[in-house]
Protein backbone atom coordinates (compact mmCIF):
# COMPACT_ATOMS: atom_id res chain seq x y z
CA UNK A 1 0.00 0.00 0.00
CA UNK A 2 1.37 3.66 -0.89
CA UNK A 3 1.70 6.28 1.81
CA UNK A 4 -1.86 7.98 2.32
CA UNK A 5 -1.41 11.80 1.15
CA UNK A 6 -1.99 13.19 4.42
CA UNK A 7 -0.53 16.77 4.11
CA UNK A 8 0.49 19.55 1.79
CA UNK A 9 3.80 17.87 -0.09
CA UNK A 10 6.30 20.12 0.31
CA UNK A 11 8.86 20.49 -2.45
CA UNK A 12 12.36 21.99 -2.25
CA UNK A 13 13.70 23.69 -4.64
CA UNK A 14 17.08 24.27 -5.31
CA UNK A 15 17.57 27.70 -6.98
CA UNK A 16 20.71 28.88 -8.81
CA UNK A 17 21.01 32.49 -8.77
CA UNK A 18 23.40 32.52 -11.83
CA UNK A 19 21.86 30.76 -14.34
CA UNK A 20 19.02 32.10 -14.88
CA UNK A 21 18.09 29.85 -17.89
CA UNK A 22 17.83 26.82 -15.37
CA UNK A 23 15.67 28.92 -12.92
CA UNK A 24 12.86 30.20 -15.24
CA UNK A 25 12.59 26.28 -16.60
CA UNK A 26 12.53 25.00 -13.09
CA UNK A 27 9.80 27.64 -12.24
CA UNK A 28 7.66 26.92 -15.09
CA UNK A 29 7.71 23.18 -14.52
CA UNK A 30 6.75 23.96 -11.05
CA UNK A 31 3.48 25.84 -12.13
CA UNK A 32 2.52 22.73 -14.32
CA UNK A 33 3.14 21.02 -11.26
CA UNK A 34 0.65 23.20 -8.70
CA UNK A 35 -1.58 23.92 -11.84
CA UNK A 36 -2.53 20.43 -11.91
CA UNK A 37 -3.03 19.77 -8.26
CA UNK A 38 -5.43 22.66 -8.22
CA UNK A 39 -7.61 21.71 -11.44
CA UNK A 40 -7.65 18.43 -9.39
CA UNK A 41 -9.48 20.24 -6.57
CA UNK A 42 -6.65 18.84 -4.04
CA UNK A 43 -7.32 20.50 -0.70
CA UNK A 44 -3.43 19.92 0.35
CA UNK A 45 -1.66 20.93 -2.70
CA UNK A 46 1.88 21.88 -3.27
CA UNK A 47 4.14 24.14 -0.91
CA UNK A 48 7.37 25.48 -2.85
CA UNK A 49 10.21 25.88 -0.58
CA UNK A 50 12.97 27.91 -2.71
CA UNK A 51 16.63 27.49 -1.62
CA UNK A 52 19.51 29.00 -2.58
CA UNK A 53 23.08 27.63 -1.63
CA UNK A 54 26.20 29.92 -1.95
CA UNK A 55 29.85 30.06 -0.84
CA UNK A 56 30.90 31.66 2.60
CA UNK A 57 33.34 34.04 0.96
CA UNK A 58 29.43 35.89 -0.91
CA UNK A 59 28.60 35.38 2.53
CA UNK A 60 31.42 37.23 4.48
CA UNK A 61 29.41 40.04 6.22
CA UNK A 62 25.45 40.86 6.78
CA UNK A 63 25.48 43.40 3.80
CA UNK A 64 25.93 40.70 1.67
CA UNK A 65 23.66 37.88 3.03
CA UNK A 66 21.14 40.91 2.84
CA UNK A 67 22.34 41.24 -1.00
CA UNK A 68 21.61 37.39 -1.40
CA UNK A 69 18.28 37.79 0.52
CA UNK A 70 17.37 40.68 -1.83
CA UNK A 71 18.56 39.20 -5.56
CA UNK A 72 16.93 35.94 -4.19
CA UNK A 73 13.13 37.71 -3.41
CA UNK A 74 13.67 39.70 -6.86
CA UNK A 75 14.41 36.53 -8.49
CA UNK A 76 11.78 33.97 -7.12
CA UNK A 77 8.57 35.57 -8.35
CA UNK A 78 5.45 34.56 -5.80
CA UNK A 79 3.27 36.48 -7.86
CA UNK A 80 3.53 33.82 -10.89
CA UNK A 81 2.11 31.08 -8.32
CA UNK A 82 -1.02 30.78 -6.46
CA UNK A 83 -1.17 32.84 -2.93
CA UNK A 84 0.51 31.16 -0.18
CA UNK A 85 2.30 28.50 -2.58
CA UNK A 86 5.29 29.96 -2.65
CA UNK A 87 7.44 30.16 0.57
CA UNK A 88 9.89 33.04 1.56
CA UNK A 89 13.30 31.69 -0.33
CA UNK A 90 16.05 30.60 2.08
CA UNK A 91 20.08 31.28 1.67
CA UNK A 92 22.19 28.56 3.02
CA UNK A 93 26.13 29.08 2.90
CA UNK A 94 27.98 25.89 2.36
CA UNK A 95 31.64 25.11 3.78
CA UNK A 96 33.18 25.22 0.11
CA UNK A 97 32.39 25.57 -3.18
CA UNK A 98 32.22 21.76 -4.33
CA UNK A 99 28.85 19.66 -5.09
CA UNK A 100 29.05 17.78 -2.04
CA UNK A 101 28.71 20.71 0.55
CA UNK A 102 26.13 22.15 -1.59
CA UNK A 103 24.08 18.60 -1.82
CA UNK A 104 24.80 18.53 1.87
CA UNK A 105 23.06 22.12 2.85
CA UNK A 106 19.95 21.16 0.22
CA UNK A 107 19.29 18.01 2.14
CA UNK A 108 19.73 19.40 6.06
CA UNK A 109 17.19 22.06 4.88
CA UNK A 110 14.75 19.66 3.24
CA UNK A 111 15.07 17.59 6.19
CA UNK A 112 14.80 20.75 8.44
CA UNK A 113 11.57 21.62 6.45
CA UNK A 114 10.06 18.56 6.19
CA UNK A 115 10.22 18.33 2.35
CA UNK A 116 8.79 15.10 0.44
CA UNK A 117 10.39 16.21 -2.92
CA UNK A 118 14.33 18.41 -3.81
CA UNK A 119 13.93 19.60 -6.95
CA UNK A 120 17.30 20.39 -8.60
CA UNK A 121 18.31 21.29 -12.47
CA UNK A 122 21.74 19.31 -13.11
CA UNK A 123 24.24 20.69 -15.82
CA UNK A 124 25.46 17.06 -16.24
CA UNK A 125 28.99 17.89 -16.49
CA UNK A 126 31.83 15.25 -17.54
CA UNK A 127 34.97 14.69 -17.91
CA UNK A 128 37.69 16.54 -15.45
CA UNK A 129 34.68 19.19 -14.45
CA UNK A 130 32.56 16.41 -13.14
CA UNK A 131 35.96 15.31 -11.30
CA UNK A 132 36.58 18.66 -9.84
CA UNK A 133 33.19 20.32 -8.98
CA UNK A 134 30.88 17.42 -9.11
CA UNK A 135 27.17 17.71 -9.46
CA UNK A 136 24.91 18.27 -7.12
CA UNK A 137 22.30 16.57 -8.94
CA UNK A 138 24.40 13.47 -8.84
CA UNK A 139 25.57 14.30 -5.33
CA UNK A 140 21.96 14.15 -4.13
CA UNK A 141 21.22 10.84 -5.79
CA UNK A 142 23.50 9.24 -3.83
CA UNK A 143 23.48 10.63 0.02
CA UNK A 144 19.50 11.71 -0.11
CA UNK A 145 16.89 9.23 1.34
CA UNK A 146 14.04 11.78 0.33
CA UNK A 147 13.00 11.44 -3.16
CA UNK A 148 14.57 13.83 -6.08
CA UNK A 149 13.27 14.94 -9.16
CA UNK A 150 16.31 16.26 -11.44
CA UNK A 151 15.29 18.48 -14.37
CA UNK A 152 18.88 17.39 -16.83
CA UNK A 153 20.82 19.48 -19.32
CA UNK A 154 18.46 18.93 -21.92
CA UNK A 155 15.23 19.31 -19.93
CA UNK A 156 11.93 20.65 -22.60
CA UNK A 157 8.74 21.20 -20.90
CA UNK A 158 6.54 18.48 -22.28
CA UNK A 159 3.95 20.13 -24.83
CA UNK A 160 0.56 18.99 -23.53
CA UNK A 161 0.60 19.76 -19.71
CA UNK A 162 -3.11 17.86 -19.54
CA UNK A 163 -1.62 14.46 -20.42
CA UNK A 164 0.71 13.92 -17.74
CA UNK A 165 2.16 10.22 -17.92
CA UNK A 166 4.98 9.28 -15.32
CA UNK A 167 7.03 5.40 -16.61
CA UNK A 168 8.45 3.82 -13.75
CA UNK A 169 10.95 1.73 -14.75
CA UNK A 170 11.11 -1.23 -12.14
CA UNK A 171 13.57 -4.10 -11.51
CA UNK A 172 11.13 -5.64 -9.19
CA UNK A 173 13.52 -5.64 -6.13
CA UNK A 174 12.51 -4.77 -2.94
CA UNK A 175 13.78 -1.15 -3.22
CA UNK A 176 11.87 -0.71 -6.39
CA UNK A 177 8.58 -1.22 -4.38
CA UNK A 178 9.96 0.95 -1.64
CA UNK A 179 9.99 3.90 -4.52
CA UNK A 180 6.82 3.09 -5.99
CA UNK A 181 4.83 3.33 -2.92
CA UNK A 182 6.19 6.49 -2.14
CA UNK A 183 5.89 7.70 -5.86
CA UNK A 184 1.95 6.83 -5.50
CA UNK A 185 0.47 9.79 -3.56
CA UNK A 186 2.54 12.21 -5.36
CA UNK A 187 0.69 10.93 -8.60
CA UNK A 188 -2.53 10.82 -7.21
CA UNK A 189 -2.14 14.68 -6.20
CA UNK A 190 -0.95 15.40 -9.78
CA UNK A 191 -3.69 13.07 -11.37
CA UNK A 192 -1.29 11.70 -13.24
CA UNK A 193 -1.43 8.26 -15.34
CA UNK A 194 1.44 5.27 -14.16
CA UNK A 195 3.20 3.24 -17.33
CA UNK A 196 5.21 0.55 -15.69
CA UNK A 197 8.55 -0.78 -17.22
CA UNK A 198 10.29 -3.66 -17.30
CA UNK A 199 12.53 -5.09 -19.43
CA UNK A 200 12.24 -9.08 -19.62
CA UNK A 201 16.54 -9.50 -20.32
CA UNK A 202 17.38 -7.84 -17.09
CA UNK A 203 18.13 -10.49 -14.25
CA UNK A 204 15.53 -9.43 -11.40
CA UNK A 205 15.77 -9.94 -7.91
CA UNK A 206 12.16 -10.34 -7.23
CA UNK A 207 10.14 -9.58 -3.57
CA UNK A 208 8.60 -12.02 -1.93
CA UNK A 209 5.61 -9.76 -1.02
CA UNK A 210 5.05 -9.16 -4.99
CA UNK A 211 5.70 -12.69 -5.81
CA UNK A 212 2.61 -13.82 -3.12
CA UNK A 213 0.56 -11.07 -5.17
CA UNK A 214 1.08 -12.87 -8.43
CA UNK A 215 0.14 -16.28 -7.09
CA UNK A 216 3.62 -17.18 -6.96
CA UNK A 217 4.34 -18.67 -3.75
CA UNK A 218 6.11 -17.39 -0.61
CA UNK A 219 10.37 -17.10 -0.95
CA UNK A 220 12.05 -17.67 2.70
CA UNK A 221 15.04 -15.82 1.78
CA UNK A 222 12.87 -12.66 0.67
CA UNK A 223 14.55 -12.45 -2.57
CA UNK A 224 14.41 -15.07 -5.63
CA UNK A 225 16.02 -14.32 -9.18
CA UNK A 226 13.62 -15.28 -12.27
CA UNK A 227 15.44 -16.16 -15.38
CA UNK A 228 14.85 -14.22 -18.43
CA UNK A 229 13.20 -17.62 -20.02
CA UNK A 230 10.53 -16.66 -17.44
CA UNK A 231 8.76 -13.85 -18.98
CA UNK A 232 4.97 -15.04 -18.03
CA UNK A 233 6.23 -14.85 -13.93
CA UNK A 234 7.07 -11.16 -15.28
CA UNK A 235 4.02 -10.43 -16.79
CA UNK A 236 2.12 -11.36 -13.51
CA UNK A 237 3.74 -9.30 -11.64
CA UNK A 238 3.22 -6.69 -13.52
CA UNK A 239 -0.29 -6.90 -13.66
CA UNK A 240 -0.45 -7.27 -9.72
CA UNK A 241 1.32 -3.97 -9.30
CA UNK A 242 -1.09 -2.47 -11.92
CA UNK A 243 -3.69 -3.76 -10.17
CA UNK A 244 -2.21 -2.61 -6.51
CA UNK A 245 -1.59 1.00 -8.55
CA UNK A 246 -5.62 1.33 -9.53
CA UNK A 247 -6.98 0.51 -5.93
CA UNK A 248 -4.50 3.65 -4.72
CA UNK A 249 -6.27 6.14 -7.40
CA UNK A 250 -3.85 6.04 -9.99
CA UNK A 251 -4.49 4.89 -13.83
CA UNK A 252 -2.13 2.44 -14.51
CA UNK A 253 -0.83 0.21 -18.02
CA UNK A 254 2.55 -1.80 -18.20
CA UNK A 255 4.88 -3.12 -20.92
CA UNK A 256 7.24 -6.30 -21.12
CA UNK A 257 10.50 -4.83 -22.90
CA UNK A 258 11.81 -8.24 -24.93
CA UNK A 259 14.27 -6.22 -27.37
CA UNK A 260 18.05 -6.04 -25.98
CA UNK A 261 20.30 -3.40 -26.45
CA UNK A 262 21.35 -0.18 -24.05
CA UNK A 263 18.75 -0.58 -21.03
CA UNK A 264 18.93 3.44 -20.83
CA UNK A 265 17.75 3.51 -24.90
CA UNK A 266 14.79 1.35 -24.26
CA UNK A 267 13.69 3.08 -21.65
CA UNK A 268 13.99 6.48 -23.53
CA UNK A 269 12.40 4.80 -26.53
CA UNK A 270 9.59 3.50 -23.66
CA UNK A 271 8.84 6.87 -22.31
CA UNK A 272 8.83 8.14 -26.00
CA UNK A 273 6.28 5.65 -27.15
CA UNK A 274 3.97 6.02 -24.00
CA UNK A 275 4.12 10.20 -24.23
CA UNK A 276 5.43 10.02 -20.85
CA UNK A 277 6.17 13.46 -19.04
CA UNK A 278 8.54 11.78 -16.09
CA UNK A 279 10.79 8.89 -15.59
CA UNK A 280 10.89 7.58 -12.37
CA UNK A 281 12.76 4.74 -10.67
CA UNK A 282 15.11 3.91 -7.29
CA UNK A 283 18.17 5.08 -6.97
CA UNK A 284 20.24 2.57 -6.03
CA UNK A 285 23.84 3.02 -6.11
CA UNK A 286 26.99 4.42 -3.58
CA UNK A 287 29.78 7.07 -4.47
CA UNK A 288 31.84 3.84 -5.36
CA UNK A 289 29.37 2.69 -8.23
CA UNK A 290 29.38 5.79 -9.24
CA UNK A 291 32.94 6.54 -9.98
CA UNK A 292 33.42 3.37 -11.56
CA UNK A 293 30.59 2.59 -13.89
CA UNK A 294 28.10 4.72 -12.91
CA UNK A 295 23.95 3.89 -12.82
CA UNK A 296 20.96 3.64 -14.84
CA UNK A 297 19.45 6.50 -12.95
CA UNK A 298 22.22 9.24 -13.40
CA UNK A 299 22.50 7.88 -17.16
CA UNK A 300 18.59 8.58 -17.60
CA UNK A 301 19.02 12.20 -15.94
CA UNK A 302 21.73 12.98 -18.04
CA UNK A 303 20.59 11.62 -21.32
CA UNK A 304 16.48 12.44 -20.84
CA UNK A 305 14.73 15.26 -21.77
CA UNK A 306 12.25 14.32 -19.54
CA UNK A 307 12.50 15.19 -15.80
CA UNK A 308 13.70 12.23 -13.56
CA UNK A 309 12.35 11.14 -10.18
CA UNK A 310 14.70 9.12 -7.80
CA UNK A 311 14.60 7.62 -4.52
CA UNK A 312 18.05 6.83 -3.52
CA UNK A 313 18.43 3.19 -1.56
CA UNK A 314 21.18 2.66 -0.14
CA UNK A 315 23.81 0.31 -1.88
CA UNK A 316 26.15 -2.62 -0.14
CA UNK A 317 29.44 -0.78 -1.70
Known amino acids: MSEPLSKTTRILWAVDLFDSTDMRASEQFLQQLVDRAIAGNRVHGIKILPAIVVTPSELSDLSQERTAQKAATNWVRPERFPKDTLEQPVILSASENHATAFAEELYREAERTEADLILVHSHSRSGISRWIKGSVAEELSIESDIPILILGKNFRMISNPDAHRVLFATDFSENSLKALRKLTPLLRLLRAQLHLYHGLTLESPLSSSVMSHAAMGSDTTGLATVSAADPWQRMKILESLRNETIQ ?38 SKKENQIWGSLSRELARESALPTWLMHVESSL
Open 248 to 285: EGVPCTYELDPKEGSLVDRVLQAAQRNQSSWIALAGVS
